[in-house]
Nanobody
Framework: QVQLQESGGGLVQAGGSLRLTCTAS???????MAWFRQAPGKEREFVAL????????LYADSVKGRFTISQDNALNTVDLQMTSLKDEDTAVYYC???????????????WGQGTQVTVAS
């Protein structure tokens, strides 16, 4: 059973930074790791992904230039560095593992429990 655990969420002032970490029990070289988020009353939306082999990345337009996704092969972790945070970034952030280079949630097989990020203005 694959386990994903997010950490690093919390309360931050608008304009501030936060770093989320996803620790996975296993990641294959063919895996694609992604971050999604879900705000109250809204659908889960794609934030960023990274292909484990090749480290190709993709970002949602809403976070491009502000968020950076990265991986640590030795630790089996995927980080999401978030800067210039805005009110609209407030959401529960989820880590996910899949095998396709995709931005839709059904493409991902395994999910973490989520971590709350709250941006206060």
């Amino acid at each position: 059973q694959v386990q994903l655990q997010e950490s690093g969420g919390g309360l931050v002032q608008a304009g501030g930074s936060l770093r989320l970490t996803c620790t996975a029990s296993s990641i294959y070289s063919s895996s694609v790791m992604a971050w999604f988020r879900q705000a109250p009353g809204k659908e889960r939306e794609f934030v960023a992904l990274i292909r484990w082999r090749g480290r190709n990345t993709l970002y949602a337009d809403s976070v491009k230039g502000r968020f950076t996704i990265s991986q640590d092969n030795a630790l089996n972790t995927v980080d999401l560095q978030m800067t210039s945070l805005k009110d609209e970034d407030t959401a529960v952030y989820y880590c996910a593992r899949g095998s396709r280079y995709a931005t839709n949630p059904p493409a991902y097989d395994y999910w973490g429990q989520g971590t709350q990020v709250t941006v206060a203005s």
